[in-house]
């Protein structure tokens, strides 16, 4: 057999990570296929033998049905990018890699991926199952173009745990160009996820084209300015900042249809969210009328919870009855978002027109307004054959059990909307708010601006979506976990995949892998082999800092304070200093466990520099 470089890194980067983890674990590891070729997410069953497979430079991939033709076209573009040609072909014999549609799974999404010594085959029950045999197959790939391409000789057998996998952009606080949304879609369907919850209305700007409403992107999709820095670190609204430039943007529904049409063809469902009745004052910018007292109102500046939200009378069912038919026709998909979180009812109390929908409709709690409007909303978006999800505010008022709740106060209100008999998606802010900070110390200087928080890695990863609390017929309604991204202060793509990654690997897993089958210690040494591909596309990624540097691991002996240190990734340097300053490429190469003297007060700081030159934050530490 050829030296086969690919797979020696791996095998010797499998190695490093093993010599850092306990003998026991490292034993355990070391046997098993999946662990060594470092996929993720986590597939259910991965069974190597000896050999491999030289994948030519040219390659005829097997494809008939129109599902096997898109992803054969989608994967010829992904070998594009590793320097080989692809060909679609439907003469099975001449094939290096086939796709072949049969009922090897439970699901549509399931999939199998065997290699041997006559090629690659990918067998699915269905398009997204083939989609996903073709993600897994590229990361037994190398990461870049390379002269042999050798895939070791495997049988793969995979299913997802949830049917959803989501993650959330808000494209309103800030806004992202389309050509980003399909770069975000790419890297949800690298790592297996296949819902996109697309927040497309807030109280700092409506950006979706409605052609009967054309204010909405004449007025609503701008506002005037933005505030300037952390609001929280202000006591009051007085002291706020602006900074004097108009902002804003929308998606024309041409638009809006070619992102979901990129979507569906990897596999990805598109969940629209028109926030309702809160978040809503840029609609009053816009259409004041709709509001419970005259206006004028304008798209907000800054950020937080607005209390001018839309009065709930007829001229506002209209509008929102128009907006959703024109939305319901833009997305295939069953589900339509309403929002429904955070609309304090300030307004709605001081109302006449509201008092007199309560007598009417006896109501006797202004809070229960909401659900009366919630589920004409409902029974309209039933009517256009779409199935609503909302915050789990909407539980509040009382919603039919159609409705979907999306579980963000922790997990109360997804508990008891399953147990309600709701289908339920988990995203509690504890675990999967993924604007939140990566960073130990808050409001580290040495991390962008960003809403505060601390969501580190491992918290993400070992979430499990199918709270202990429910039964498990009660747990068959939890659809899957979702990653929110709110852009308040995420203002541009690579601050975006800035806060994805490497965060996003362990949503993945969190989302395709069984929590029987999950561990930490076993992630962490497959998440270091994606650094590469991530460098491959160019993937602002969160360099993470090194490890050890904490007190639990710090060995004090004859006075001096022992560190031993580590980097996730592989080939980086890491530097550090004892005197406070920023480690750089001039300060101290850690090459040993090195000492600090005790007894007086001093700050040991860390970096990784990886490969590709880009630092992590630091990590600190103060000895005494
Ligand atoms: C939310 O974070 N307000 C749903």
């Not at 099975?92 to 439970?106: D, E, F, H, N, S």
């Not at 939200?309 to 024109?326: G, K």
């Not at 979430?463 to 939890?478: A, M, R, V």
Request: hydrophobic content about 40%.
């Amino acid at each position: 057999m050829p030296f086969n470089f690919a797979l020696s890194a791996r095998v010797f980067l499998l190695l490093s990570a093993l010599l850092l983890l306990g003998q026991s674990a490292a034993a355990q590891l070391a046997e098993t296929p999946a662990q060594q070729l470092g996929l993720i997410p986590l597939p259910r069953e991965v069974k190597m033998s000896a050999g491999t497979y030289a994948l030519p430079q040219k390659i005829n991939i097997y494809a008939v049905s129109a599902d096997e033709r898109n992803v054969a076209g989608l994967l010829q573009g992904f070998l594009a990018a590793l320097g080989k040609t692809a060909t679609l072909t439907t003469n099975r014999q001449g094939a290096q890699i086939r796709l072949v549609t049969a009922r090897v799974a439970p699901t549509p999404e399931g999939y199998q991926v065997a290699v041997g010594p006559d090629g690659i085959g990918i067998t699915a029950p269905g398009g997204a199952g083939l989609f996903y045999g073709a993600q897994t197959l590229l990361q037994l790939l190398p990461p870049r173009p390379a002269a042999t391409a050798r895939v070791p000789y495997v049988r793969i057998a995979d299913e997802p745990a949830f049917r959803w996998r989501g993650a959330m952009l808000d494209v309103c606080r800030h806004f992202f160009p389309v050509e980003f949304l399909k770069r975000y879609l790419d890297l949800l369907a690298a790592y297996k996820l296949n819902t996109f919850h697309w927040h497309l209305t807030d109280d700092q700007g409506w950006r979706i084209e409605i052609k009967k409403y054309p204010k909405l992107t004449q007025v609503s999709a701008f506002r005037k300015e933005t505030l300037i820095g952390a609001q929280q670190t202000f006591k009051k609204p007085e002291d706020f900042k602006y900074d004097a430039t108009p902002y804003g943007g929308f998606y024309t529904q041409a638009q809006i249809r070619e992102v979901v049409a990129y979507a569906q063809q990897r596999y990805i469902t598109v969940v629209p969210e028109i926030e309702m009745p809160g978040h809503s004052v840029a609609i009053l910018a816009a259409y004041p009328e709709l509001a419970c007292k005259p206006g004028p109102y304008e798209t907000w500046t800054m950020w937080g919870v607005n209390e001018d939200i839309v009065c709930p009378t007829e001229p506002t069912f209209r509008f929102f009855e128009d907006v959703l038919t024109e939305v319901s026709a833009l997305f295939p998909g069953p589900y339509v978002h309403i929002g429904g979180d955070e609309a304090p009812k300030t307004r709605w109390k001081e109302s006449a027109a509201v008092q007199d929908i309560m007598r009417r409709e006896g109501i006797t709690d202004v809070e229960k307004v909401q659900g009366w409007f919630n589920r004409r909303i409902e029974q309209f978006l039933a009517s256009k054959g779409k199935k609503l999800i909302g915050w789990d505010e909407i539980l509040e008022g009382g919603i039919p059990t159609s409705a979907a709740v999306m579980s963000w106060r922790g997990e109360k209100g997804g508990i008891e909307a399953a147990r309600a008999g709701h289908d339920v998606v988990m995203t509690p802010t504890t675990n999967m708010y993924i604007d939140y900070g990566q960073n130990p110390r808050p409001h580290s200087p040495f991390e962008p601006l960003m809403i505060g928080g601390y969501l580190p890695l491992d918290r993400i990863y070992n979430y499990n979506p199918l709270p202990k609390e429910l039964t498990p017929d009660e747990q068959k309604h939890i659809l899957g976990p979702q990653a929110n991204m709110w852009t308040e202060y995420i203002t541009t793509p690579q601050k975006v995949e800035y806060m994805l990654f490497p965060r996003l690997l362990a949503v993945s897993e969190v989302a395709w892998t069984p929590a029987a089958r999950k561990s930490y210690a076993a992630f962490l040494p497959r998440m270091s082999q994606h650094f590469a591909r991530l460098d491959a596309k160019k993937v602002n990624y969160r360099v993470p800092e090194p490890l050890g540097l904490d007190s639990a691991n710090l060995v004090a002996q004859g006075g001096k304070a022992q560190f031993t240190l580590r980097s996730l990734v592989p080939g980086a340097q890491i530097r550090y200093t004892l005197d406070g300053k920023l480690p750089d490429e001039t300060t101290e190469l850690y090459t040993k466990p090195f000492d600090v003297p005790q007894g007086r007060q001093l700050t040991v700081r860390a970096v990784t520099i990886a490969p590709n030159g880009r630092k992590s934050p630091p990590a600190e530490l103060l000895v005494q």
